[in-house]
Every structure is written in C-alpha cells, then in structure tokens.
C-alpha cells in the first residue's frame, strides 16, 4: 500500500516514526506500506520509490523545514500533485483541526476521495461538518474513510460503536472524552493547586498546547460527541446543538466539595436521545463511584454507550499522546489494508 500524509506536526511526525519502528514487525504480518509523500505546510517530500523514514526522522530532529530535505524536498507540494501522480493508494490527513470550515482538511479529504483514494484522519472538523457527504462520496468511488482517531485517539470509541454495536440502536452516548481536562481536574485533586497551576503543568508537560481554549472551554469533547452522534446515531447535528461549557471556572472549593459527597468532577460530553428528540450537551459534573466512567483518571478518556439490544457497553484507557494519537491512525490504516470496510 502506498501512502501520502498531509500534516507533519507531532502526531504526523509520531506516525512517521511507528512505521519506521515498526516496519519489520509490519511485514512479519503482511503488512506491506510505502510513504511516497510527507506534506507540511510550506511544501513536503515526495519520493517516488519510497522515502527513507528513519533518514527523514533524522533531518527533521534538526530542521524544521523539511522543504530542505536533500532526497525529496520540494517547495510547492500538495493534494493536487497526489491526485496528478495517481501513485498513492491512501492518504493520512492530520492537518489541524478548524472547527468552523473544516479547512484545509475539508478539501485534501474530499478531493482524495474523489479520485478513489482511501483516507484515514484524525481531523476532526471535516468530519464533524461532512461526515454523511464524505462517506458518500467514499461509498461512490469505492474509497474508504477511516476516523477512528477524531473522538479520542487511541480510544477505540467511534471504531467500537461501529463494529461492537452494530444492529443495536444506541439510545445514550456518555463520555470523558478529553485527557488534558481530566489530567488537569485530576492534579488539582491529587495536589491541592488551582486551575492556573494545574494548566500551567499540563501545559510544561506537552498535554495541553499554548492555547488550550479547545480542550478546556469544553469544544474538543462537544467535536467529538458531534462525531459519534452524527455516525453512530445517524444524525445530522451541529456544535449548535450542543449545549457547551468547560472547566476554566472550576475551584478547590469545587474539588473538596465533590471529594466531601465521595464524588469527583469530570468533564462530561451525553447525548440522550428523548421524547422530545436528542439533548446534547458538554458539562463539569460530580460522578459517584458507582459511575462507570468514576475510575477514568489523568489522561485516559471513557465511552460509555447504552442500546437498545446489546446493553450498555463502557470503554476505557486511551490515554492522551501524539504516539498514542499516531498509533490509532496506524491501527485504521492496517484494518484498511486488511480489507475492512468503514463505510
């Protein structure tokens, strides 16, 4: 199979280096997948035979501009030239996530599809705006659309919904699907801090980025209960839909509060579905031990899905990370090359 990837920032560069550590073991299980193309910004790499992945690793631990890259680099690099050279067979999209247009992954997903070319991605704006248009147009050019990355990285959550639940109707969806908020509730427990400090650490420790209004103004968990509603419930909702607030507010006297009752805060994105329709909404809320999703601590998420037939079904783990985030990209590139059908 060979593959192009648009986006090079820390989960894309992540994705490089498992195919690179993990190549042998690949195709010790028949696994067999060539990089063609590495895409940024400001231009890419592009090798038509294959590109070295461990030499491209090495250059950029010193260089950010992989345009300079001696064996490949190039200037102008895009979608178009993917397309044009018709030598990929998937693309990985991990360019960031816009929430309001979905660009530029809209176009790079889109204009793959297209022209036959499955995707994989863990950008969660296109899907959360056009998932039903993008499947079809998959469905229409014999393509597939992998997104098992987009509600909660290694958290096999969209993927278990998919699979596990199949002919069921879900009738809830409840989750603590954000690890740097839940990391951050989780020091200002163990440690006593306010919310500044414990952000303050999230942030020196890589989980939360310079600006972490999406995590923890509570619009990275509303994108992904959007995603899950939207494709496991066949809706065709919007963040306008989602009632949203985050933990910016939240306080030590918040934390004992909850500690004093046996109960503690999280994050929590539901979507129920009613008499009068589907109540969506993303809230801070005291959960008690019984709770299923009580025991999901630091930078792990939880889903839990209630069905019609098969139950209630809870995940937990996935803790959050740009290896980890990679790893899931992987794990839905090798179910692709392995014939399973997403859409």
């Known amino acids: 199979m060979n593959i192009a990837l648009i986006g090079c920032g820390g989960v894309g560069k992540s994705f490089i280096k498992l195919l690179q550590e993990k190549e042998q073991y690949l195709i010790n299980q028949g696994v067999d997948i060539s990089l063609k193309y590495v895409i940024g910004s400001k231009g890419g790499v592009y090798n038509p035979q294959e590109i070295d992945k461990k030499d491209l690793l090495d250059f950029m631990a010193s260089e950010k501009d992989i345009t300079k890259y001696s064996k490949g680099g190039v200037n102008k690099l895009s979608i178009d030239d993917i397309i044009d050279n018709k030598d990929v067979d998937m693309l990985i999209e991990l360019t960031p996530t816009n929430k309001e247009t979905g660009e530029p992954g809209m176009t790079h997903i889109t204009k793959a599809l297209d022209n036959g070319i499955s995707v994989v991605t863990g950008n969660k704006g296109p899907i959360m705006l056009a998932y039903k248009r993008l499947k079809a147009i998959a469905k229409a050019n014999s393509a597939q659309l992998a997104i098992g990355c987009t509600t909660g990285g290694a958290l096999p959550s969209i993927n278990a919904g ?14 603590v699907l954000n690890g740097t908020t839940n990391f951050i509730i989780q020091e200002m427990e163990t440690k006593g801090i306010d919310y500044k400090e414990a952000l303050r650490t999230a942030q020196s420790l890589g989980i939360a980025e310079a600006d972490p209004s999406l995590d923890v103004e509570g619009w990275d968990t509303a994108m992904k209960m959007l995603i899950l509603v939207n494709v496991l419930m066949e809706e065709d909702k919007t963040l306008k839909d989602v009632k949203v607030s ?4 939240i306080t030590q006297q918040d934390i004992r509060k909850a500690a004093a009752d046996g109960k503690k805060l999280k994050l929590i994105g539901k979507a129920v579905k009613n008499e009068e329709g589907l109540d969506m909404h993303v809230l801070l809320e005291e959960i008690s031990p019984d709770h299923p999703l009580y025991g999901v601590d630091g930078k792990n998420k939880g889903v839990r899905y209630i069905s019609d037939d098969l139950g209630e079904l809870t995940i937990t783990g996935g803790a959050s990370g740009t290896r980890a985030a990679a790893a899931s990209i992987l794990r839905d590139v090798i179910n692709i090359y392995k014939g399973y059908r997403f859409v």
């Not at 998919?162 to 989750?175: K, N, T």
């Open 162 to 175: 998919i699979m596990d639940l199949a002919g069921s109707r879900i009738l809830s969806i409840e989750g």
């Open 246 to 249: 985050g933990i910016t507010g």
